[in-house]
T-cell receptor, first 112, second 108 residues
Framework: EAQVTQNPRYLITVTGKKLTVTCSQN?????MSWYRQDPGLGLRQIYY???????DKGDVPEGYKVSRKEKRNFPLILESPSPNQTSLYFC???????????FGPGTRLTVT | GIQVEQSPPDLILQEGANSTLRCNFS?????LQWFHQNPWGQLINLFY???GTKQNGRLSATTVATERYSLLYISSSQTTDSGVYFC??????????FGTGTRLKVLA
């Protein structure tokens, strides 16, 4: 089954404790992206990647890191999480020239 | 940057009613998609529709790229249609732009 998976689905952590949210897709998509969703602010893009070792900032990259060492995986790293990073996070993927995005199930992160 | 407006922001329907959701863009439409976010938070693809009309069951969508808008039609609404509907476009920079959504509640 074609899908985008994210782990963990729920995470409660404390300020400053490094964490990684994994994202994997099995559709051989070149393009992958991370979003955060906050009430009243909609979905905002954090980072995206157009292929292995090619990443670029979205609209709200501060406080996040990403890496793309394999085509199927695109982890999101929070080196020192802060409470303002409490949010619902989505990973998405698409073909580079097919554009239709597929979303993962979301990761609900709470930073206390 | 490109602005995306969705209307109405909120909509309450009785089960069985029809509705039209609209998405307006401030610039040309390139790779428009419609999504449904269900009450559990999952984002589900409805249509990839850069132009023209598509139908899938009770849902259909029309994009008029030259006039910078898209419409999503829901016919014979059901309670399972409740949630938030988003449109999004990829204007050519590989940064997707999302609308603010239409929150739909269908009453039994």
């Amino acid at each position: 089954e074609a899908q985008v998976t994210q782990n963990p689905r729920y995470l409660i952590t404390v300020t400053g404790k490094k964490l990684t949210v994994t994202c994997s897709q099995n559709m051989n998509h070149e393009y992958m992206s991370w979003y955060r969703q906050d009430p009243g602010l909609g979905l905002r893009q954090i980072y995206y990647s157009m292929n292995v070792e090619v990443t670029d900032k979205g609209d709200v990259p501060e406080g996040y890191k990403v890496s793309r060492k394999e085509k199927r995986n695109f982890p999101l790293i929070l080196e020192s999480p802060s409470p303002n990073q409490t949010s619902l996070y989505f990973c998405a993927s698409s073909g580079l020239f097919t554009y239709e995005q597929y979303f993962g199930p979301g990761t609900r992160l709470t930073v206390t | 940057g490109i602005q995306v407006e969705q209307s109405p922001p909120d909509l309450i329907l009785q089960e069985g009613a029809n509705s039209t959701l609209r998405c307006n863009f401030s610039d040309s439409v390139n790779n428009l998609q419609w999504f449904h976010q269900n009450p559990w938070g999952q984002l589900i693809n409805l249509f990839y529709i850069p132009s023209g009309t598509k139908q899938n069951g009770r849902l259909s969508a029309t994009t008029v790229a030259t006039e910078r808008y898209s419409l999503l039609y829901i016919s014979s609404s059901q309670t399972t249609d409740s949630g938030v509907y988003f449109c999004a476009d990829l204007p050519g920079t590989y940064k997707y732009i999302f609308g603010t959504g239409t929150r739909l509640k269908v009453l039994a």
